[in-house]
């Protein structure tokens, strides 16, 4: 299996730690609001890199935080009178409901507050201090850039430049503060009465946030783990901070492979608030089952951006209706079928199976090819529809079924809406009978018109050399 490592920009072949164990985390999101369609792509992307490589055999220890102090949750506390907790204690059950709905793997999934783990920071920051990694000035705790080994090996920035660009942001009183314009926070004095804070050896405060993952990535992970995950906007300066700190205290590799994922565009234009082109999973859901978003997702490499648009997210359905349309059938079929052993001529079609989860293994292990997965996935189902029928054994179709909601379950898709069930194969195949003789009799108008009432149904009619084929668009 081969994964392209952010860190060194190159597509390589993944060996863990440990024999097939991996340890692996997610940057999850700030809970002050609803989740947003960004907010999504790598909670579904990496759930579904998760379930590959299980499905692969490996045993996976799967992290996604909350940060649940911060900036904006303290406004929104403040906004509408409330404690920080209740924010966020909202939209953590707000994204467990969205998470829900796109069959995120929640019961396999370790979801670590910052808050749970504030000892642990305040330890953290007090070991960098030791190390003259850090330094206090006037409550508030920085890091030292300059003892980071080779800063900016992550994103490829020089650490000159960010320099030079930091400088011109600061306002005097930050500036007087730092001993250099690209120290980060990792402890901020509490400025506000009220404002929710910890007591620390610097007096009352809150982390930042770079410092809570890194902490949170300890405590449970370790100090070095297998892979690093998240939205390509976080490698800088979030992933490149959390390396700073934690390989500076540790001693050590902090992440051996990291990946991201490329942004989402609306209408080809980079989402924001200020443009108005913003949209919530809790607004999406309102009109699409978020099982086509996820779908969606997947149509589309993850380093790539994507782009959503009504018109996309239409397709999206159409084509999920298409899968979800040829599981429906089999699974008909597999009622009402009666032989449970194969016939002689059935062994081929088995085979066949077998030659598309290769196919299907192939792809996903070169980057978490989904895109390609997926295409896989419905020449699988085009051959559940045109060569498997109520004439096939019992043992073959429910191998066909099977074999569609496995690949199905390693990329996390599931059959909830069961769309033009009122098709049934008898009338498909009467008007096809009714077609060839309209055919033979050089009544080429009828037969035009029956494969237009066929195609009304959602049937797509084609003329092979073994006869009329017809599957499900």
């Known amino acids: 299996m081969k994964i392209h490592n952010t860190l060194t920009r190159k597509t390589e072949e993944f060996v863990p730690i440990e024999k097939n164990k991996i340890k692996m985390y997610v940057c999850g999101p700030t809970v002050y609001d609803y989740m947003h369609i960004g907010n999504a792509r790598p909670l579904v992307v990496f759930d579904t890199f998760r379930r590959y490589v299980r499905y692969r055999g490996y045993d996976i220890t799967y992290v996604v935080n909350f940060t649940d102090v911060d900036d904006k949750i303290i406004k929104k506390s403040i906004e509408e009178n ?31 507050r910052a808050t749970e783990v504030m000892d642990d920071i305040i330890e953290f920051v007090s070991e960098l201090i030791k190390k003259g990694a850090a330094y206090e000035a006037d409550g508030d705790v920085y890091f030292r850039v300059e003892k980071a080994n080779n800063y900016g090996k992550l994103s490829g920035k020089n650490v000159e430049d960010l320099v030079h ?47 809570e993952c890194s902490t949170m990535n300890k405590k449970i992970l370790g100090e070095t783990i297998d892979i690093h995950a998240g939205g390509e906007d976080l490698e800088f300066p979030h992933h490149e901070n959390e390396i700073a700190q934690s390989e500076t205290l540790n001693e050590k590799t902090f992440a051996n492979y990291w990946m991201h994922n490329g942004m989402i565009q609306v209408d080809g234009t980079k989402m924001s608030k200020s443009l108005g082109n913003f949209f919530t999973l809790h607004d999406i859901k309102k009109e699409y089952d978020l099982m086509v978003i996820r779908f969606w997702l997947l149509t589309t490499n993850y380093r790539q951006p994507i782009n959503f648009t009504r018109e996309i997210i239409e397709g999206a359905k159409n084509s999920l209706d298409r899968i979800n349309n040829a599981v429906f059938r089999l699974e008909d079929l597999v009622e009402n079928a009666s032989e449970n052993e194969l ?23 070169d980057d978490l090819n989904t895109a390609d997965a997926i295409t896989v996935l419905f020449e699988l189902v085009k051959f559940a529809n045109t ?22 379950e390693v990329l996390g898709i599931e059959n909830r809406q069961k769309v033009n069930a009122e098709v049934d194969e008898a009338k498909i195949l009467d008007f096809i009978e009714q077609r060839n003789a309209a055919k033979k009799e050089k009544d080429f108008a009828k037969a035009d018109a029956i494969r237009d009432q066929l195609k009304e149904m959602g049937v797509a009619i084609k003329d092979t050399r073994e006869g009329v084929k017809w599957e499900l668009i």
Do not use: C
């Open 343 to 365: 016939f002689d001529d059935e062994q081929n079609l088995l085979n066949e199976l077998i030659d598309f989860e290769n196919k299907f293994i192939e792809v996903m292990d």
């Open 165 to 211: 660009g930091a400088s011109n942001r600061l306002d005097n009183k930050e500036a007087s503060k730092k001993e250099s314009p690209v120290d980060f926070a990792l402890w901020k004095k509490t400025k506000i009465d009220g404002e929710v804070s910890w007591d620390s050896p610097w007096g009352a405060g809150r982390p930042g946030w770079h410092i």
């Open 387 to 408: 060569k498997v029928s109520s004439e096939n054994s019992k043992k073959l179709i429910k191998s066909v079924l099977d074999k569609i909601l496995e690949l199905e």
């Open 82 to 112: 409330i404690s920080t907790k209740e924010v966020t204690d909202r939209y953590i059950a707000a994204f467990m409901e969205d998470a829900n709905d796109l069959n995120l793997d929640e019961a396999n999934t370790i979801h670590p």
